[in-house]
């Protein structure tokens, strides 16, 4: 293993799994450690959490494509991205530096030359704080971003102010994504088994998540399964 490879994890974002199996190979067997991700959207929720040290990220993805993740992911953080992307046209080229890829690399290419940005690219890298000042651990559905380091959450990059309730709540559906909550389980564990009160206070707190998220996203983050409790999904 080269001193470079040395417990570097690599998200690798490639809809084709060919490439990406490829790719894969290749890094392991340096020593990298890798994770790959086919989907757009997915894959900018991963990245977002943190927990890589570069990004190679193809242009053509399914849900959200190459640039408009490198363009989000630039407003949380300074991680490496190098852009791998079977178009050659120069225009592709600038936007990809222009949203922020630390470098471009057009396929076909020769595992040494992969090999070798990758490992100038960290070279060359000199962590900062990420782009808008948070470090750690977050959670994020689309352009809904929690700092549970900070306590401190972002819609489309503008703070919103919460209570302690609501913040508790969000972070409970937010850790949940994707699975439907019963009142019952959200009071459990956000009121605490010993609460002693109206079930409906869980659609009150509910309905002023809604006030500060969907109304002002325009868009619906919030989702209420009737009969059953609520979901937050991308």
Known sequence: MSETAK??????????????????????????????????????????????????????????????????????????????????????????????ANDYLTKPFEPKELLARIRATLRNYHPANDGDGHGGPRLVCRELVMYTDSYEVTLKGEKIELTKKEYLLLEYLLRNKRTVLSRNQILQEVWGYDYIGDTNVVDVYIRYLRSKIDDVAEDKYIHTMRGIGYVIRD
Do not use: W
């Open 7 to 100: 417990k570097v994890k690599i998200m690798i974002v490639e809809d084709e799994q060919r490439i990406a199996r490829f790719i894969q190979m290749q890094l392991e067997h340096e020593g990298f450690l890798t994770e790959m991700e086919p989907n757009g959207r997915r894959a900018y929720e991963r990245i977002a959490q943190g927990h890589y040290d570069l990004v190679l990220l193809d242009v053509m993805l399914p849900e959200m494509n190459g640039f408009e993740i490198c363009t989000a992911v630039r407003k949380l953080s300074d991680i490496p991205i190098i852009m791998l992307t079977a178009r050659d046209d120069l225009d592709d080229k600038v936007n990809g530096l222009d949203c922020g």
